[in-house]
Every structure is written in structure tokens, then in C-alpha cells.
């Protein structure tokens, strides 16, 4: 299916697309609120500025997606492969990131108010000025070699479970991930 064709459906009124190869191709500014593309593969899909407000994207395979200030409140993304995207000034407010590989996801500038990290993947992911207001951060499997300078809003409590758990340098900016979690820099 082309994106064309998955528009044209959308706005038919279909929302069922679920477990649909889409690797590669181009949604951006595609407005596709409830959309439901759980199991999909959707590796190096561009949702730059596109609308998936409530999507249910569990269960995908988003390997070095490009979702740049997209639109993901709400959406479910349990179980997801979201590592290596680029998700830089996305709002994922409320989004579901429970048992997600975000090994070197691009968060930076991201809003994660209410996002559920549970036990999720964030070796060297990269959090740089993103507002974690209520983001629940337990369980995490790693979160070696991440980079959480200027994130805002994260709790004492947070802040001191992560650090228990920090080690090692971000890959690309070589940042210390204890020392970004005290704001040294």
C-alpha cells in the first residue's frame, strides 16, 4: 500500500491498518488521529509534523522513523521498536512507551508529560530539554550512555532512582549520563 492509498482509506473512514508493511514511505503533515497501526512495520516511515493523536502503534517495528514535531498524544506504543527515530520536538503528552527498545531515540526537546516509560529500553537515548512532568520512569531495563541534560519537570525521586541505575558516555554527546541527570556539565 502506498501512502497515498492509506490516506485515501483513512478518509473513507477505515482506521484498521493494522500489521501493514509501510518501510519508508512519506506521511508527513498526514493528519491520522485513532489510526490503528499496531504490528506494522513502519521502519524509516517520515511523520514529521503529521497528527497520530490516540494511534495505536504497539507492537511496530519504527526503527529510524522520522516523527519531528509529530503529534502523538496518547498514542500506544507498548512493546515497540522505536530505536534509532527521530522523535525531536514531537509531543507524545500521555503516550504509552511501556516496554519500548529506545536504544539512541532522539527525544531532544520532546514533550513526555505523563509518558509511561515502564520498563523500557533508554540506552543512549537522548532526552536533551524534554519536559518529563509526571513521566513514569520505573523498571526501566537500561538507560546507560543516555543524555538527560535540561530535561524539565523530573521529579527528586526520579531523579534519584535514575541515577542509582546511570553509567557511561552518550555516543554522540560524549555527555556523562550521571553527570547530566546532577546538571553538570
Known amino acids: 500500500m502506498t501512502a497515498e492509498e492509506l490516506i485515501r482509506e483513512y478518509r473513507r473512514g477505515r482506521r484498521d491498518f493494522a500489521e501493514i508493511s509501510l518501510s519508508g514511505l512519506n506521511f508527513r503533515a498526514a493528519i491520522l488521529p485513532e489510526i490503528d497501526l499496531h504490528g506494522s512495520n513502519l521502519r524509516g516511515v517520515d511523520f514529521t509534523g503529521a497528527n497520530l493523536t490516540g494511534a495505536n502503534l504497539s507492537r511496530s517495528y519504527l526503527y529510524e522513523s522520522i516523527c519531528r514535531s509529530a503529534i502523538l498524544k496518547n498514542a500506544d506504543f507498548t512493546a515497540s521498536d522505536i530505536s534509532w527515530a527521530n522523535l525531536t520536538w514531537a509531543n507524545l503528552s500521555g503516550a504509552n ?38 513521566a513514569i520512569l520505573i523498571g ?26 546511570a553509567e557511561g558516555n552518550h555516543p554522540f554527546t560524549k555527555r556523562d549520563t550521571k553527570d547530566t541527570l546532577e546538571g553538570k556539565l
Open 97 to 134: 512507551l511501556t516496554k519500548c527498545d529506545l536504544t539512541t531515540t532522539n527525544f531532544s526537546g520532546a514533550n513526555l508529560i505523563d509518558a509511561n516509560f515502564t520498563r523500557a529500553n533508554l540506552k543512549a537515548t537522548n532526552l536533551r530539554s524534554t519536559n518529563l512532568k509526571n
Open 140 to 165: 526501566l531495563s537500561t538507560i546507560n550512555d543516555a543524555d538527560f541534560t535540561d530535561v524539565k519537570n523530573l521529579s527528586d525521586s526520579t531523579r534519584t532512582y535514575l541515577h542509582t541505575i
